[in-house]
Every structure is written in structure tokens, then in C-alpha cells.
């Protein structure tokens, strides 16, 4: 036992050595956390240019997938068409629509859509719930930020179609691809229904 005293004071600091390197390799051979990315759509430059050094965001990864026709529904401006009140029936009817015809689904509302809807904010992923569509398909622009620059960038990237009553003259004339029949969708609600003008 005596023997084990004098050594204790050597034998400490290579235990501790050990634990420690071992803890460490716990650490680093567990599974990743899975991560949401949140990726957003991206803008052209010079059109609803981020201010104060914010960065562009990138085309969301959910609307990418697979080979189908996109279809980009203006949340903002859907929102409106029964009775000219904020409620979402339009947008979730737009959306099961354009899931019929074969389109992937893309809904882009303006920051302030929340406030308008329930007086308060709401997140994508708030707003993707209330319309039964995944988180990724869903986006809020930033505040301060303007939809119309995401709505068009996004739909010209990608090759989709929009869904808006909005003809964004002022900005149309920039995106010639989206400027062509059949890209700018626009329709209404009549009698309970939803009508589009694929």
C-alpha cells in the first residue's frame, strides 16, 4: 500500500491523460446532430439588394428535388382572394391545384403575412404547418425585404411558374423568361373554389 502512495503522484496525471483522451474520442466518434440547413431563395443582384452586409440567401434544397415543373405561389397576394380578407384557404387551395396538375410547390410570403393573419409573426415553419406543406417548402422573407425580388428570381432560376394576381410591372421587364404566356398564373375565388388560369 505504501508503495501505491508513492506512486499515486506519478501515476495521476497519466490516468487523467487517459480519461481525458478517451472522453475525447467519445466526442468525436458520436453522430452528427442533424441539422436543419435553412437555405433560402436567392435574389438576383440588383434587385431587393440586401442591406447592412446581409447575405443573399441560396434557393431552398426542398424545392429542387426531383424533375417535376415548380410552381412559386405568392402567399402574400393569395392570401386575399376570398373576400378580400388575410386567411390562408386560397393558398392551401392553390397549392393542392397545382400538386394535381404535377407542379411542385413553393409558397413565398412577405415578412409581415403573420401580423396580418394572426397579429403576430410567423415563422416558415408556422405557416408550412397551417397549410399542410413541409417545412421546406414554405419561406418568409426576411423583414424589411420585399417578396417580389425572391418570387421572381426564384421562378426564373428554376424554370417555374407564378401564382399571383400581381403583374409586378415594375420589375417584370428584368426576368424576360418569366415574361412569356402561361409563367405569370393568375385566378380567383368564386363560390368556395378556387380558379386558376394554368
Not at 51 to 65: L, S, T
Not at 96 to 116: E, M, P
Request: hydrophobic share 40%; proline share 10%.
Amino acid at each position: 500500500m505504501a508503495e501505491l502512495a508513492e506512486l499515486w503522484p506519478l501515476l495521476l496525471p497519466a490516468v487523467l491523460l487517459g480519461l481525458i483522451l478517451w472522453l475525447r474520442h467519445l466526442w468525436l466518434s458520436r453522430p452528427a446532430p442533424a441539422r436543419r440547413r435553412r437555405i433560402r431563395p436567392s435574389r438576383r443582384a440588383g434587385h431587393g439588394a440586401p442591406r447592412r452586409g446581409k447575405q443573399p440567401p441560396a434557393p431552398r434544397p426542398g424545392w429542387r428535388k426531383g424533375r417535376r415543373d415548380l410552381a412559386v405561389i405568392d402567399g402574400s397576394n393569395l392570401m386575399y382572394w376570398r373576400d378580400n380578407q388575410p386567411d390562408l384557404t386560397p393558398v392551401r387551395a392553390a397549392a393542392r391545384a397545382c400538386k394535381a396538375k404535377g407542379y411542385k410547390v413553393g409558397v413565398i410570403f412577405d415578412a409581415n403575412a403573420g401580423y396580418k393573419l394572426y397579429n403576430a409573426y410567423m415563422p416558415a415553419h408556422r405557416l408550412s404547418a397551417e397549410l399542410g406543406l413541409p417545412p421546406d417548402q414554405v419561406f418568409v422573407v426576411p423583414k424589411g425585404e420585399q417578396a417580389d425580388p425572391f418570387l421572381l428570381d426564384f421562378a426564373s432560376e428554376e424554370g417555374g411558374i407564378i401564382l399571383s394576381n400581381d403583374r409586378f410591372r415594375d420589375r417584370i421587364a428584368a426576368y424576360p423568361k418569366l415574361n412569356t404566356p402561361g409563367r405569370l398564373v393568375r385566378g380567383h375565388w368564386d363560390q368556395g373554389e378556387i380558379h386558376l388560369n394554368f
